[in-house]
């Protein structure tokens, strides 16, 4: 079969791979969208360190092809959603409520990472009764696609800000994570959303989302102007959606005591995150720093793909840019150069 | 000062009254517009036993009249609301995190219980800097009043419920509480809302807070429907708002292992509540049995605030009826009788 | 294989079974030493159902025998615990985080349920990976055993109670799971423990495990007693450990609004428990009603030998009757008609 | 009244000042014992900031001497004991759940910081029904004092780390928090728990208040060691409890996935304080970073009482000098200088 692979740090390509053979829990998926994922091209780059012959790709869905002999609840023609996400059930990181961490720290981000990923005709998955997620009629693939990453870190961006009814949400900044942040604060309570972007496109995108305000980082001071928003007081919640220290910095000083930092960023570079000293109120103002990776399963993805069926979004705006399978390397290309305003670039098989 | 009181069980009217007096710090409010609730025509009854002239009514909002000589964030002419609950922040339950049981159980609420309502010219505020809320310019009296008890109680019904980000809730019935719950549970990230409700002014209004579904307790089971929507494994909340021991048995029966019961009604009635043994894992099957009384409070009030303004809802769908305070007594007997399909009546000062 | 079994409703005896078959994840345990519960003796009067030639017995330790091809933490020859629940981790109760509920409504509880108990030469152990905890070297397995229920049953009454550093608890009554809740209170910082108990050799236990006080329902009125102990606040948390109409309804009156009732008892009879109205706040007290099944897998197993290691505990003092294998129709009476004080049988393979 | 302040930065002194007024929820109490805090020491060194004539401490007990006219549960003669924090429990802070940051951030500091504090023949307490304690008639002095401030921050520290029952904790270091927080996590169930220090005094202590094992960071690796101590995992919980970026850093290290890094210490110096990016899975492993300001108000203080009435824990073996009152320039010194491996210094009036 057909795959778009990382050949080594720096270069990617088609490249002629044999159909993965299965366990007696897994399955075997036809895939018939893909969405291309920042986290591929910082891969490419060497930031899960080298590499050799990798597929590509975390976000798709597709068709089942076949399944192992103990698979009970899904068969070939059901059209399906992985999670990006396929943690090891059993495990101990699992029992322990952090399925994503199964195995080992991250463990459970196994494609393009542990084993190939999507970016091919086929893709395997493990534990398949767990791991995969019929796909209502109701919904097209190129809506599912979204649930697998985007939906799912972007909504525990907010879940695990802790938002009370009504509350006060900064969210820092609007890519796509970030939109997605946006739209878990507003399906989960929030009273005010505030967006941090600069980018145009982004910053409406930012408000169909539901930001109730834009803050735009290079025209006006982040902390004073949320500060301004919120009374004085800060938010109750602040998104890190970026993974870079200043923003993280920023997200601790714009906080209320007693409020949340929610981190979604890939922290890609430095010995250190930063945390402001006097702004963490010396260590004891009741601020929680919280982290994750994208939740995955077949519960998750079954809930996410509700919030589809039951309309109460539309992902399908953050597709700027579509291509043919064929055509991955072009598409790649403008994924990793973020050219022509690129937010997410969806891939047809 | 004119007040519409009790004068005894089963017995209201208009009474002259003196205007309220301030300790250091109170305030004292003139009413602008207050809302009857069903509450009030249970306390007439005897629901919370004998009272003499007690003056009704704890949903109201108004401008100040007058601030006790501690008070330091209110003054005349603020317009302000006040939630339905107004605790003892500094009471041992209150610093246990339930303020709405402060001093007793149920002791929060004072409003037309342990002292005069606010179905008068003026009322009165216990610690007006913690129990008062300013109402912001785009909010007009008629709307900030819901979110006394409508928007406090319903939201709380969601809260405790435990929902999941596209999880699964029903909302048993869709009186004016059921129906913020309805609205609080579309807020807070609901994937599905079963809203059940035979009366169909009520399952129109449900359709507009954001029941997916309605089902109709005299023309199906609700057992049966609500399995069938759920894939069969029914909800992860079931809110009872109604009050009544056959819907809190319904509300067990439909929900999941680990899944919540979140109640919001007054159970007036026998001496005892019902759990169905078997249908609540004859003890063991992870079913939670949540309760509380109206969040009351100048930040839960300010939060509520801030879902209106940025239009999160408009709780004035819920205004059936409009009168003005000397028509009082027609007004009672509409929401007393639930006269001419009333949800709920306004009153104009 | 010689099996103890459940022949039919009410009728026990010994029976030549086949050796368990192993799926490629499971794992065949050699029996070494294995508890008599309560809930053995509901099951044979039917509590659970008609079931013919069943083996009986859901608490063992024992060494692994024989592991299927999967399996890559256990080998022949390890001293394994493996806990009276054995979830499927992959279930969607599982990933919702109610293993206990995993493939149906209490569908965790396999052994001498869903399949053959461990009162047997060998019991099967089903996801052994997940399932099974080896025992460190010096807990002796007679120990050991008491982990797969005692702890993890009464560990979770005192876990789901939500018991405040210094709060106030009640446990009603003091049979082995209630004496484990007791533990489990102490564990984790009830500041005072108060015992149900008219008993006097579990009222001793009941001081050995942590208990500050005893009340003796049959001399004293408990409602009256627990008040008076509490400064007339009532318990911040009471646990229901006998499965009992009256003493579930004694728990919501002992315990004060904002506190929790935590139900360990297994309740056999009766179409409805009963909720008493008026001290359940008419619905509106903020009393939680928590439940649950005795948590299993392997992480909680090695936390609950964790706490034998180092010393927190010690449930030997449990065992009143030790028997051999070849003498468990005496034991099973002894247990069944609780002869002599019994409080566990211990069996020795 | 005489009075222990601080003149200026860097010098203290006694000097002679009015008793203090009170307000209408105030009491005045006449201070029997009270003990020097390292915070006290932080403060002269201008910590907080300059200060002139500002009474020192902030932990105390006494008997009340008056009240103000609104209070109801005090009156003179009441032994009592206050929390170092003295919330405004009205608050909006306070209502949100974070009573030590009401006012303004770390504004329930008021002893030694807002106002005058208890190193004085007596001293103010605001809210006096909110923030006193009577102190029961079993518990002496010298050892209620230890309440206000080192139980209630030290179990903080372990309440805010998430321990599951049998759980593995780390306490890096063992002074009089960290021996608290030690103490605490035993009180909580941790199944292990390890001390960090290197003072031969403090290890003894440690060991004397619960800790399994002890890590001597002068002598081996904390990191390795404490991976070593948990089957390579890391704990489920690490407190800090020093206040220095190395601690902290460590801390991280050493917490496995999903785990949680408690903070109790005061970080007074440097401009950040540094998450090591790697091992915090570079913003994803579900690692929470926690942080507080010691609870205080009356009903934190009566369940931290009820600890030691019960007799879960001796606080008094951290007191290792004690002087008059008189004599407190030479008390202040021994603790400012770290004389004599000193732990605490009680002071009597």
């Not at 996400?85 to 322990?96: E, F, K, R």
């Not at 009273?191 to 930001?211: C, D």
Request: charged share 25%.
């Amino acid at each position: 079969m057909k795959a778009f692979v990382m050949k080594e740090i720096g270069r990617v390509g088609f490249l002629e791979k044999p159909v993965p053979g299965l366990g007696p829990g897994d399955a075997l998926v036809r895939t018939t969208r893909a969405l291309i994922c920042t986290s591929d091209t910082h891969t490419v780059k060497g930031g899960i360190g080298p590499r050799q012959d990798l597929t590509l790709g975390h976000e798709a869905v597709g068709v089942v092809e076949a399944v192992g002999g103990e698979v009970k609840d899904f068969r070939p023609g059901d059209r399906v959603l992985a999670g990006a996400i396929t943690p090891d059930w059993g495990d101990l990181s699992s029992q322990n409520g952090y399925p994503s961490q199964s195995g080992a720290p991250l463990g459970g981000f196994k494609f393009a990472n542990l084993k190939d990923g999507v970016f091919a005709e086929y893709f395997h998955v493990n534990e398949a009764d767990a791991n995969l997620a019929r796909i209502p009629d109701g919904i097209p693939d190129e809506a599912a696609v979204y649930c697998a990453d985007m939906l799912s870190t972007g909504f525990m961006g907010a879940e695990h800000g802790n938002i009370p009814m009504g509350g006060t949400v900064a969210v820092l900044a609007q890519g796509p994570v970030g939109l997605m942040v946006t739209a878990g604060a507003r399906l989960l309570g929030a009273g005010l959303v505030i967006g941090v972007e600069s980018v145009p496109g982004r910053q409406k995108l930012a408000r169909l989302y539901g930001a109730d305000a834009i803050v735009d980082f290079t025209k006006e001071d982040v902390v004073e102007r949320v500060l301004e928003l919120t009374d004085g007081q800060g938010v109750d919640t602040a998104v890190e959606a970026l993974g870079a220290d200043a923003t993280f910095q920023t997200c601790v000083r714009i906080t209320k005591p007693g409020g949340t930092i929610s981190n979604t960023g890939y922290f890609g570079e430095g010995e250190f995150v930063s945390i402001p000293r006097v702004e963490w109120g010396v260590g004891m103002a009741d601020k929680t720093i919280a982290t994750g990776l994208c939740p995955g399963g077949r519960l998750r993805m079954e809930r996410l793909l509700r919030v589809l069926e039951n309309k109460r979004l539309d992902p399908t705006h953050l597709t700027t840019h579509e291509f043919r399978f064929d055509e991955m390397e072009r598409a790649f290309e403008v994924a990793d150069k973020k050219l022509e305003d690129v937010v997410k670039v969806l891939i047809t098989f």
